[in-house]
T-cell receptor, first 114, second 112 residues
Framework: GAVVSQHPSRVICKSGTSVKIECRSL??????MFWYRQFPKQSLMLMAT?????????EQGVEKDKFLINHASLTLSTLTVTSAHPEDSSFYIC??????????FGPGTRLTVL | ELKVEQNPLFLSMQEGKNYTIYCNYS?????LYWYRQDPGKSLESLFV?????AVKQEGRLMASLDTKARLSTLHITAAVHDLSATYFC????????????FGTGTRLTVIP
């Protein structure tokens, strides 16, 4: 089956620093990758959609300058949280798909900003 | 405004009992997904319902979709402790392009 990995699984950083999260599709080529954020005991909220080789499409209310998304290849997308603050602490989940196929979800990255 | 609401938000049930989780959505869609999430983990795909009247079953879980009523149900039969988790429905809001909007989630606790 399709496997999506994320790295790191957990990260703790100081306020004001930047953190990069990687999302990889291990056994398929992902034309589209999605980034979601999930606060404790809440649902998943879509942050942005990225297509390989083009700029990401951000959902309303998501700051594109703060959450930098790069989808440089068909197997890798990165999310960089710039100048992170405690309110950015959350569970970040990526998903990937080929064409209009099912989304396959990564294991998630728990970010804690001190 | 697009809404995907689940009912109940919290469910505590005894082992062996039956219950149904409801997922109501406010937009036109013919494709709906159910996922399970264990604490601190990502999503596990349970069901994909692709058309009106679709019904799928796996073990003690059965899901159905009524696109006219904009309603999906997840029925639990003879619950066991291992089913304790949070369950999300997600609506495909892009007519098959698989862009998902997630429901509020239902946290299920099965008590021995």
């Amino acid at each position: 089956g399709a496997v999506v990995s994320q790295h790191p699984s957990r990260v703790i950083c100081k306020s004001g620093t930047s953190v990069k999260i990687e999302c990889r599709s291990l056994d398929f080529q992902a034309t589209t990758m999605f980034w979601y954020r999930q606060f404790p005991k809440q649902s998943l909220m879509l942050m942005a959609t990225s297509n390989e080789g083009s700029k990401a499409t951000y959902e309303q209310g998501v700051e594109k300058d703060k959450f930098l998304i790069n989808h440089a290849s068909l197997t890798l997308s990165t999310l960089t949280v710039t100048s992170a603050h405690p309110e950015d602490s959350s569970f970040y989940i990526c998903s990937a798909r080929t064409g209009r196929d099912t989304q396959y979800f990564g294991p998630g990255t728990r970010l804690t900003v001190l | 405004e697009l809404k995907v609401e689940q009912n109940p938000l919290f469910l505590s049930m005894q082992e062996g009992k039956n219950y149904t989780i409801y997922c109501n959505y406010s937009t036109t869609s013919d494709r709906l997904y159910w996922y399970r999430q264990d604490p601190g983990k990502s999503l596990e795909s349970l069901f994909v319902l692709l058309s009106n009247g679709a019904v799928k079953q796996e073990g003690r879980l059965m899901a159905s979709l009524d696109t006219k009523a904009r309603l999906s149900t997840l029925h639990i039969t003879a619950a066991v402790h291992d089913l304790s988790a949070t369950y999300f429905c997600a609506v495909d809001i892009s007519f098959g392009a698989n862009n998902l909007f997630f429901g509020t989630g239902t946290r299920l606790t099965v008590i021995p």
